[in-house]
Each structure stands twice: as C-alpha cells, then as structure tokens.
C-alpha cells in the first residue's frame, strides 16, 4: 500500500536545525516559519506533508512523517 490516504506532516529535529530560513520560502501553505532565530517550526494544521520544506533543508533536519492512523487527505 502506498501513502495514498495517510497524513502526512514535516517534522524539524529542533537540535540539528540551523534556522537558516530556507524551508520558510518555499512552504506552499506557508505552515513553516523560524522561532526566535533558534529552530524552524510547522504549523501541523497548516501543513499538507509536499516536502518541499525537507528538500530545501541544508541540515536535513527537517522529515517528513505519516501520521498514526488513516484519513482522508
């Protein structure tokens, strides 16, 4: 089975993240953004699990994550 139908979420590894801003750019659903200089955060309401944050992370602190369980998405 594929990830047809699961939730996906980008996840940030807080202790490897740079907060270069990279991933803020290019988030479609603009769910990401940079907390007090420190670490980027998502939004998981906002954010539709595309990866393109993830892609643009020079760290590659950022992953993208199938939820528990199965939802329509």
Same mark, same amino acid.
């Given at each position: ?48 699990? *595309? ?20 939802? *329509?998405?």
């Amino acid at each position: 089975m594929g990830t047809f139908g699961k939730i996906r979420r980008a996840r940030v590894r807080r202790e490897i993240c740079v907060a270069c801003g990279c991933c803020v750019p290019v988030c479609p659903k603009k769910a990401i953004s940079v907390f007090k200089g420190m670490y980027a955060q998502v939004q998981e309401a906002a954010c539709v699990g *595309c990866g393109k944050c993830a892609g643009e992370c020079p760290a590659s602190a950022i992953t993208v994550e199938a939820l528990s369980g199965e939802g *329509c998405v």
